[in-house]
């Protein structure tokens, strides 16, 4: 579990919630709180959002374009990870020693990994497919479970032991909650050394610009990190 501290500031946006709001926000805290550092709740990524255009906001229909970017979000942090294991020094050391098929095996599906990493690659597909009315947009989930496949391919043909790549150490996470209720979004920072998720900010889902937001929360998370930020504390959200 990580402990859960908060800033002055998402306190006071807190505590001006209604009842069915603060109990929403709430619950998305205690997953981030439960998960722990190793796992992120549905929803939590890396990616964060500075804007958003009118265009692709709208989330009345499960299969609109704007589910198909907040998934992305979260596919992207995990391709982010997968990459960086496969650029990793140790890995393509290992590669150089690999008799030839295997290498070619883990090459492959290096090759096919950053394919379906390339935002190129997908939007145009994607795009494609709803202009054409086909129904057939690849699913975030159906990208993450096959960048999976293809990772664990490249690791048991280059001799590693096939787990997931962590996360990591230090970070700052956005989760976002589309339905049901009003959206809202709340940026924190996770400490993995020190067990401890910071939540820096809550706002509402409601406008298309939130640039402000976030140099804000960096601003933050930097000065508790440096050990800087005062008025933090553990405060009971229910």
Known sequence: MLELVTTEAFAQWFAALDAAGAEDVA???DLVEELGPQRNPPGSRTALLWYEHPSVAHFEFANALAWEL???GAFLGY?????????????????????HAEAERALGAVRRIRRLADPRARWSLALTSASLGTGSRPRPEDASAELRTLYFEALE??????????LPAQALYE???????????????VDTERSVALVLLGERLDRHYYG?????????WRAFLEGKLSNVERRALR
Not at 79 to 99: C, G, H, I, T, W
Not at 157 to 166: E, I
Not at 212 to 220: F, I, K, N, P, T
Request: charged content about 30%.
């Open 27 to 29: 619950t998305a805290l």
């Open 70 to 72: 907040e998934g992305w």
């Open 79 to 99: 391709a982010e990870r997968v990459l960086a294991k496969l650029d990793s020094p140790r890995f393509v050391s290992r590669l150089e020693r690999l008799r």
């Open 157 to 166: 043909a280059a001799g590693f032991a096939l787990s997931d790549p962590v």
């Open 175 to 189: 989760l976002a909650r589309r339905a049901p209720g009003p959206p809202f979004r709340l940026l924190y920072g």
């Open 212 to 220: 402000d937001s976030v140099r804000l929360a960096e601003r933050l």
